[in-house]
């Protein structure tokens, strides 16, 4: 078994119970894989990011147990401590390690965004929060022109939510 299904057990397990949480980190990897590979990322670029997309929102739990609340800059704070655990205990290499965790702690800010594991991370988790929260089709058009810049996370876009 491969590391990153290793990996998609593991976080499974972490979110026993919820059915919820665990779709929508399953629907983030999907999006993150199709475009990471569409956009041509190296295979060590591909694997990093597939590896942040199923550990984004570890933070979560923790958030809720500590602050009543699952905002995004409780996520950031709290979630890298929790996947570096992880992702050491499965055996992922120092530095995917440190990177997920940099992007895990960054996953909720929409500047200076440094690479494009990040920038198509982002526009995975948007892809899928747009539709789970059901948003509106001007916030679509909103998120379209603030955060997409991948030519397959626009296509995407464009074509789940029917906006030009």
């Not at 998609?8 to 629907?27: L, S």
């Not at 499965?90 to 940099?102: E, H, I, N, Q, S």
Request: net charge negative; aromatic share 10%; hydrophobic share 40%.
């Amino acid at each position: 078994m491969s590391k990153l299904e290793q990996l998609t057990f593991k976080m499974t397990e972490y979110y026993t119970a919820d059915p919820a949480r665990v779709q929508h980190f399953i629907k983030v990897h999907a999006f993150a894989r199709l475009i990471g590979v569409s956009e041509g990322l190296s295979e060590k670029e591909l694997f990093t990011l597939e590896t942040a997309a199923l550990v984004h929102d570890i933070g979560i739990k923790k958030a809720e147990e500590i602050y009543g609340s699952s905002a995004g800059h409780y996520q950031e704070e709290l979630g890298p401590p929790i996947a570096e655990e992880m992702l050491e205990e499965l055996g992922f290499d120092r530095d995917v390690t440190a990177r997920v965790c940099y992007l895990v702690a960054h996953h909720h800010t929409y500047t200076d965004i440094d690479g494009a594991d990040y920038q198509i991370l982002i526009e995975a988790d948007f892809l899928v929060n747009l539709y789970e929260n059901g948003e509106s089709v001007s916030a679509v058009k909103a998120a379209y022109d603030k955060i997409f810049r991948t030519e397959t996370g626009k296509r995407l876009c464009r074509a789940m939510f029917g906006i030009d």
